[in-house]
């Protein structure tokens, strides 16, 4: 029953995530609102409600370890499993210009998750301001984006919401609110099976968190990425991830900590932090090198993730960096 909770959750998550994206642009779409603020807005928040949902319900449930693990989890897995996917199977072009406004946002909102984990908390004040800089950031992204169509006649880089065909408004509605409420229902069972699983098997929520449920709120970026990388639409992939991961610190770890104030767990802030950081600097110099993602560097990417993995799941090698053996805690 255990696994059979986690495995609906996870697809109740995949499937509400998609109803909720679709519904939503389809009724921003009706009401006139434009493409470019539905890709910035409701795409790139859609993708990443299973996230924020699977982070809430953790925290309400006194699990930090897999609210805050979720989150850079999410971030580690964006880079490493799905971008490295993507560019695997096709290369994945990089706008410079969209790279030099969006990458500096990444690598501040890690610097900043990781300020704070070290601090030793994300309590409401920490909270509000990382929702004030998501908002920030989107009418920044808006700006930039308005400015640079009004000089070109189009936008450099598009978005998702292009690809979702309009529909009548109530059954946008009705799409959407199903979504949710599957989304809701599908992150109460995720987590709190792999709150059980950790238990029963002695492995702590901050490895759960930073590997099942990582991987498992991720599945809407990875589907929409690998997706976009087979419909020869790879720059939608780049996006895809570099906004997730932007809207996952600022947006998921700050509307958390508005709901609840969390505890940092001392093993994700000693580690995991730091190799978030390391994996989106890491993006960056790929992305600078060449303008673009090349397969062997996806393929670098998905290595570093098994490894990454490898440490996650075996004491010999957490011993080995100075890490407590993953034991229930």
Known sequence: MIYLSILAGLALLLAGGEFLVRGAVAVAKRLGVSPLLIGLTLVGFGTSTPELMASVQAALQGSSGIAVGNVVG???ANILLILGLSAVIIPLPVDRGALRRDGFVAV???LLATAFCLIGSFD??????????????LYWAYRTEQVEIAATGHAQHADGAATIPATGLLPAVAMALGGLAAIVFG????????????????????VIGLTLVAVGTSLPELVTSVMAALRRQ????FGNI??????????????????????APPQIAAF??????????????FAVTSSRIKRWEGLVMLALYAAYLGVQT??????????????AG
């Open 242 to 263: 570099i906004g997730s991961n932007i809207y996952n610190v600022f947006g998921i770890l700050g509307v958390t900590a508005l709901v609840k104030p969390i505890p």
């Open 314 to 327: 075996s004491p010999f090698l957490r011993g080995a960096i100075g890490l407590a053996a993953p034991a």
């Open 124 to 137: 409401r004040i920490v909270g509000g301001v990382f929702v004030l800089l998501l908002a920030g950031y």
């Open 74 to 76: 999410s971030n580690i």
């Open 108 to 110: 501040a909102a890690a």
């Open 272 to 285: 995991d932090t730091w190799v978030m950081v390391a994996v989106t600097l890491l993006l960056i110099l």
């Open 234 to 237: 790879p720059e939608l992939a």
């Open 187 to 206: 992150a109460d069972l995720l987590v709190g099976g792999a709150i059980v699983l950790a238990e029963r098997v002695g492995v702590s929520d901050e």
